[in-house]
């Protein structure tokens, strides 16, 4: 069966996620935090063990204009339902709207289970109301500019949850954020890669998942093993052929230090649960300590950003005790995520290039420092 798809992300990420579709064989369309395709069952399977940037994987019901209560009503009971609930399916309906004429969700969301109940007791010859004691269909119907869309989501709890992160310090950042901001810099697997303010260590094991070409969903659980429509080979397959794809040979040289012991320890413990316990170096180290005598590599920092009363000032001269230590590395680029609008000024010098993100809610910057390239022979 195919379906109509839709990878959601964060804001600022879209066009990461398109090339990841693109990279997987897929045409793509981009909206804001939305990336639509299409395929089959297979390519629900392989979109979520492989995407490292996207939330979730949802497949597009149906999609049409509604302002009105009636229009609503009709419109999600024309859709196929049954071509993917079966009769006891559980499928509680989540809500948005935005922007449009029926703005009370908790309304859209009775009139839309009222309509797909309707439909599924017409199919199924039932009365009254449905059993919904089997396995779970997440639904949701979402109004924007009064065009609603309903979606069935194939991921379950989002794809940044791993499943390595055992433990974790203040403000982590989550797995699918720190692969973008891997995957945003000029690293390739055989450089030098370094983290200076690693924490729970999330950037440096997503880098080694990179390097290694694993895919980031290969030993999850997802929504869609419990639906009735898809094919568990498909899943089986795409699993298999992750693993075949899996580079466990290649030599890789990422670190990860902290000043904090316990926050070492820590990332320690993350690594080894996701299989890269021999793979990256966690140290303890601080920052303005940092020398190498590598000439290339590339820096992925996120520092403090300084948000909290009395906090800035203490971010701030760890920015330029940032400037000071990588100053002298010309072949090494650095790439740092803060929302301090001040960093340029703090580190000592200006970024080749800026790059606006969104850590959650939180509007930050992505400061750039690209290292110079080396002498052809």
Request: net charge positive; hydrophobic share 40%.
């Amino acid at each position: 069966m195919q379906h109509k798809l839709m990878a959601t992300m964060a804001a600022g990420l879209e066009s990461l996620t398109a090339r990841e579709l693109q990279d997987l064989g897929f045409a793509t369309t981009t909206d804001n935090g939305k990336v639509f395709f299409e395929g089959d069952d297979r390519a629900i399977a392989t979109a979520n063990v492989w995407l490292r940037t996207a939330d979730r994987i949802k497949i597009i019901v149906g999609q049409f204009k509604a302002t009105t209560f009636d229009d609503l009503f009709e419109g999600v009971r024309a859709l196929p339902w049954d071509r993917y609930l079966p009769l006891d399916a559980e499928f509680p309906v989540a809500g948005r709207s935005v922007r449009s004429t029926l703005h009370s969700e908790p309304d859209v969301q009775a009139i839309t289970k009222k309509a797909i109940v309707n439909k599924l007791a017409e199919v199924y010859h039932r009365r009254g109301r449905l059993p919904e004691t089997g396995n779970l269909y997440p639904l949701e119907v979402s109004i924007l500019k009064d065009v609603a869309t309903l979606t069935i989501d194939t991921t379950g709890p989002s794809l940044f949850k791993r499943g390595y992160r055992v433990a974790k310090g203040e403000a982590p950042l989550k797995e699918n954020f720190a692969a973008a901001l891997v995957m945003l810099t000029n690293w390739r697997p055989d450089m030098p890669f370094v983290d200076p303010t690693t924490g729970s260590g999330t950037i440096p094991i997503e880098a080694a998942l990179i390097g290694l070409n694993l895919a980031p969903g290969l030993h999850r659980r997802f929504a869609f093993e419990d639906f009735a429509f898809f094919d568990p080979d498909a899943l089986a397959s795409v699993k298999a052929a992750a693993l075949a794809a899996a580079d466990m040979d290649r030599e890789l040289d990422i670190t990860g230090y902290d000043i904090n012991q316990e926050m070492i320890e820590i990332a320690r413990l993350n690594a080894h649960e996701a299989g890269l316990g021999h793979r990256v170096v966690f140290k303890q180290l601080a920052v303005k300590d940092f020398k190498t005598d590598k000439p290339r590599g590339v820096i992925v920092a996120n520092p403090p950003y300084g948000k909290r009363m009395g906090e800035l000032e203490a971010a701030r001269r760890l920015y330029g005790e940032m400037g000071d230590a990588y100053r002298r590395l010309d072949g090494w680029s650095k790439y740092i995520l803060t929302a301090d609008l001040g960093f340029e000024k703090a580190y000592g010098n200006k970024a080749t290039k800026r790059r606006k993100l969104y850590n959650g809610s939180l509007r930050t910057d992505y400061f750039q420092y690209w290292g110079k390239r080396p002498a052809r022979s």
